[in-house]
């Protein structure tokens, strides 16, 4: 389905609480994470929570929702922790119109030019994403900063059919095999974690959020092509730019870290 809300003046963040009243919620994404108040909890890493997808995704299929591309499959993968198994739905991004801004989180204060987000579902709970997606617990995003530097490869296979996704509602398919682990950053024992939300609407308040601290880098030329695609927004170009929404306060939410 098409959605109406945007990132625009007329039906960006500030507006969306009038129909999704969750958006207005006390446990909302995204924050500052604030390394100094950050819980050390050095359980989160005994044992680690390995990141260990068991197979490559297969049959991916790649759309321009008109507020982010979207990577989404029919094959199942997983990564499990102990008691946990969190099953993958998609991967999107957000990203900025210049190199300064485009990350939804910031990491002190400091934003990225793009955030990675894969959403995956709990299905130790749950029977769909659908209906995860809704309930607390239900949902763990991986949060990943991107910063200029070395292209990368993984991300080089989808940008690669960007042409054919350029305009809103459009759909194609990626062929071969995509390795979710080749997504995540060098260092994955680093994060921090916190109870919050969907950054879009409907808001809920469902997500245990995973945002590592270690970025991964995009070069200037793949940037470009995410800014290349075009959206639904009124400006005369019709650029899908700074799909981001405002930071959020804590509150009285902890936030816990692995990093020393
Ligand atoms: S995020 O990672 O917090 N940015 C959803 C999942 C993760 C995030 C945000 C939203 C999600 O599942 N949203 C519901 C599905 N969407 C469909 C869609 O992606 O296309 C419904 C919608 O938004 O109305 Cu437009
Ligand atoms: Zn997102």
């Given at each position: 389905?098409?959605?109406?809300?945007?990132?625009?003046?007329?039906?960006?963040?500030?507006?969306?609480?009038?129909?999704?009243?969750?958006?207005?919620?006390?446990f909302?994404?995204?924050?500052?994470?604030?390394?100094?108040?950050?819980?050390?909890?050095?359980?989160?890493?005994?044992?680690?929570?390995?990141?260990?997808?068991?197979?490559?995704?297969?049959?991916?299929?790649?759309?321009?929702?008109?507020?982010?591309?979207?990577?989404?499959?029919?094959?199942?993968?997983?990564?499990?922790?102990?008691?946990?198994?969190?099953?993958?739905?998609?991967?999107?991004?957000?990203?900025?119109?210049?190199?300064?801004?485009?990350?939804?989180?910031?990491?002190?204060?400091?934003?990225?030019?793009?955030?990675?987000?894969?959403?995956?579902w709990n299905?130790?709970?749950?029977?769909?994403?659908?209906?995860a997606a809704a309930i607390k617990d239900g949902l763990?995003?991986?949060?990943?900063?991107?910063?200029?530097?070395?292209?990368?490869?993984?991300?080089?296979?989808?940008?690669?059919?960007?042409?054919?996704?350029?305009?809103?509602?459009?759909?194609?398919?990626?062929?071969?095999?995509?390795?979710?682990?080749?997504?995540?950053?060098?260092?994955?024992?680093?994060?921090?974690?916190?109870e919050g939300s969907l950054?879009?609407?409907?808001?809920f308040e469902s997500v245990q959020?995973?945002?590592?601290?270690?970025?991964?880098?995009?070069?200037?030329?793949?940037?470009?092509?995410?800014?290349?695609?075009?959206?639904?927004?009124?400006?005369?170009?019709?650029?899908?730019?700074?799909?981001?929404?405002?930071?959020?306060?804590?509150?009285?939410?902890?936030?816990?870290?692995?990093?020393?």
């Amino acid at each position: 389905q098409k959605c109406l809300w945007g990132y625009d003046n007329d039906n960006g963040p500030h507006t969306w609480c009038r129909q999704y009243p969750k958006a207005a919620g006390a446990f909302q994404s995204p924050i500052n994470i604030d390394p100094a108040s950050a819980i050390y909890a050095a359980r989160l890493n005994n044992p680690p929570l390995h990141f260990n997808y068991q197979q490559a995704l297969t049959g991916c299929s790649l759309c321009n929702n008109g507020h982010s591309f979207q990577v989404s499959t029919e094959s199942d993968t997983a990564w499990r922790a102990a008691h946990l198994r969190y099953q993958f739905a998609q991967f999107h991004m957000h990203w900025g119109s210049g190199n300064g801004w485009g990350s939804e989180h910031a990491l002190d204060g400091k934003v990225f030019p793009a955030e990675l987000h894969l959403v995956h579902w709990n299905s130790k709970k749950f029977t769909s994403s659908q209906e995860a997606a809704a309930i607390k617990d239900g949902l763990a995003v991986l949060g990943v900063f991107v910063e200029v530097g070395l292209a990368h490869p993984a991300l080089e296979r989808v940008l690669s059919r960007f042409e054919a996704i350029r305009q809103p509602d459009s759909k194609t398919s990626i062929s071969g095999g995509i390795n979710l682990a080749d997504f995540l950053p060098s260092n994955t024992t680093e994060f921090f974690t916190y109870e919050g939300s969907l950054t879009t609407p409907p808001c809920f308040e469902s997500v245990q959020w995973i945002v590592f601290r270690k970025p991964i880098t995009m070069s200037q030329e793949q940037l470009d092509r995410l800014r290349s695609l075009k959206g639904r927004s009124q400006s005369s170009d019709q650029q899908l730019v700074n799909n981001y929404r405002h930071l959020i306060p804590l509150g009285s939410r902890k936030l816990y870290t692995t990093c020393k």
